[in-house]
């Protein structure tokens, strides 16, 4: 069993930055992948970006240039560096942790933390 802590979330302006971390207790093995989702209030969840245990990321096409993922496998904690942010970044943010064993997946989820940006 793996749980998910965020934090960081807040109320940021228009081109202000905001970095999200989020901390996984338990077990993490070197196949799980970790990631951000979003969920912006009556749209679905959409997946912004992943990482690897060894490093490789993928961004969704509107966070690509602004937004940068980090990993600490030290420390089972993943960061998400934030720039440039714009209203249509406003969402709750939850981080994800998956893993993939044979044809099997399991996805564990944290609570969310509000990222709101306004003026």
């Known amino acids: 069993q793996v749980q998910l802590v965020e934090s960081g979330g807040g109320l940021v302006q228009p081109g202000g930055s905001l970095r999200l971390s989020c901390v996984a207790s338990?077990?993490?093995?070197?196949?799980?992948?970790m990631g951000w989702y979003r969920q912006a209030p009556g749209k679905q969840r959409e997946l912004v970006t992943t990482i690897t245990s060894g490093g490789a990321t993928t961004y969704a096409d509107s966070v690509k240039g602004r937004f940068t993922m980090s990993r600490d496998n030290a420390k089972n904690t993943v960061s998400l560096e934030m720039n440039s942010l714009n209203p249509e970044d406003t969402a709750v943010y939850y981080c994800n942790l998956r893993r993939v064993f044979g044809l099997n997946q399991v996805n564990y989820w944290g609570q969310g933390t509000r990222v709101t940006v306004s003026s």
């Open positions: 338990g077990t993490v093995f070197s196949i799980d992948v």
